[in-house]
């Protein structure tokens, strides 16, 4: 029967009225609570619905795979990409200009309730666009039109906490198995008309642009023609930009501190940030990781203080779950970009703490061989675990030597290392990766061919070492 009904619903192109309904609950995300605008609007669907979406995400992802519809830039629900990978995107060619002596510029945009916005009628003009035709297009067309939602309040079931059935005339439903895919198909387009000079990054809605040049006055020319451009965009396409949360930040040394582009757009200025949250990653103007490192650091803090109440009540193997669960998933995440930085000895010296609080270790004793029984890498040996499964994971990223020369030397295979002008672009995940992975002794390099085996391995060299000059 379930064959026969999914066969009906491709077959005819028409997604069945009754799974239409959902009902919306409201999760909050940050910021004032009063505020409405702080809460995501998640749609609770029908489960046989789902079924369905699963068979309309399958063959329009193939579709889109097979011809490689997606833009290059977008990083957002695709398998093979990763939040890592479009913050590598973006601090690698700002450390890249920086050490070319560019003026480096970032523009990081919010749209306003971006999914929620989506319109139907350009949406099926885009997937028609992109050779989405037939029986297809009107199942699509079937599933995006005569929905109906309403809004749940406090999870109380009593009728009185639901707003009225309403006919939903925009947006894709949060929550579906589709509605990724179709704003990406909706948001694709976008990228080719910034110019290719500039680095563009797209997690989903969250769109990031690096504007580089050598000449104070084509910069801001070129910044300000991006901005308007990509405003015209939005507008276009029936989504806003919130220019409130909209920011410009510029990177640049210590020694600079001129700071003076304006970016407008119908007379309305964005604002000028020293500091920006990219992807769960605090990035500071000169990339130097301080806050980012102080927001681990009190996370950290909170983390010791609930272990400590803990650890008289449950046993160590707990404890230790605990650790990977909430502690070692802060430490580990984009440890590939701040790892180096001078300030890492403060998560370090709280990550001792940590371990001590977890096995009654004292102040006093060493962590080194507690570090090794409880199977838990320090965190210098886990800056260099990362750089070395993420330059390997990303190999078409780097050059050997090899493609350089033809030169038959004993580092022939060895990645090639690009000249460093500044400390801080030797230091970044780029360069050190390329540091990092030429140094793997021989009995690693040939394991690279077998990840898990490698992997295993790795981890069992790193745990011998305890801080990074080691």
């Not at 699963?54 to 097979?66: C, E, N, P, S, V």
């Not at 070319?100 to 009628?121: E, P, Y």
């Not at 809004?151 to 579906?176: F, H």
């Not at 990840?451 to 981890?459: D, G, H, Q, S």
């Amino acid at each position: 029967m379930l064959i026969y009904i999914c066969n009906a619903v491709l077959s005819t192109g028409v997604f069945l009225d009754r799974l239409k309904y959902a009902i919306v609950k409201s999760f909050f995300k940050k910021g004032d609570k009063q505020d409405i605008s702080n809460y995501r609007p998640i749609s609770l669907l029908i489960s046989f619905s789902k079924i369905i979406e699963k068979l309309i995400y399958t063959r329009l992802h193939t579709h889109i795979d097979m011809n490689s519809i997606l833009v290059q830039g977008q990083f957002g629900f695709q398998s093979h990409c990763s939040t890592e990978q479009a913050a590598f995107n973006l601090i690698n060619s700002t450390l890249t200009a920086v050490n070319d002596s560019l003026l480096v510029g970032g523009i990081f945009c919010d749209l306003q309730k971006a999914f929620n916005c989506v319109n139907h009628k350009i949406l099926l003009e885009k997937l028609e666009f992109y050779g989405v035709e037939g029986k297809f297009k009107a199942l699509i067309a079937s599933y995006l039109t005569g929905r109906y939602q309403r809004v749940a309040l406090d999870n109380i079931t009593d009728n009185s906490n639901y707003s009225k059935w309403e006919m939903i005339k925009c947006g894709v439903p949060q929550g579906s198995i589709v509605d990724p895919l179709f704003f990406l198909i909706y948001i694709n387009d976008l990228l080719p008309i910034i110019n290719k000079d500039n680095t563009k990054v797209l997690f989903a809605d969250d769109t990031s642009i690096i504007i580089t040049d050598s000449n104070r006055r084509d910069f801001n020319i070129n910044a300000n023609q991006i901005f308007h451009d990509i405003n015209t965009w939005f507008n276009i396409n029936l989504l806003t930009l919130n220019l409130s949360k909209t920011q410009y930040i510029e990177f640049r040394t210590k020694k600079y501190h001129n700071v003076n582009t304006q970016i407008k757009y119908d007379q309305k200025g964005i604002t000028n940030a020293t500091e920006i949250k990219f992807l769960g990653l605090i990035i500071d103007d000169t990339l130097s990781w301080k806050q980012h490192i102080e927001h681990l650091v009190n996370k950290m803090c909170t983390a010791c203080y609930v272990l400590r109440n803990m650890k008289h009540v449950v046993p160590i193997d707990t404890l230790r779950v605990i650790c990977f669960a909430h502690i070692h998933s802060i430490i580990s995440y984009g440890i590939i970009f701040w790892g180096s930085s001078s300030c890492t000895n403060k998560v370090f010296i709280l990550q001792k703490k940590i371990i001590r609080i977890i096995t009654n270790t004292k102040p006093r004793d060493s962590c080194r061989e507690v570090f090794k029984n409880m199977e838990i890498m320090t965190l210098y040996s886990q800056y260099i675990y990362s750089l070395i499964l993420y330059t390997l994971n990303n190999k078409h990223l780097f050059t050997t030597n090899n493609e350089i020369h033809k030169y038959k030397t004993r580092n022939n295979n060895n990645l090639h290392l690009p000249t460093a002008n500044l400390s801080k672009f030797n230091k970044g995940a780029y360069i050190s990766g390329i540091k990092v992975f030429n140094h793997l002794p021989h009995h690693l390099k040939v394991l690279t061919n077998d990840l898990k085996c490698f992997k295993f391995e790795l981890k069992r060299f790193l745990s011998s070492f305890f801080l990074l000059i080691e």
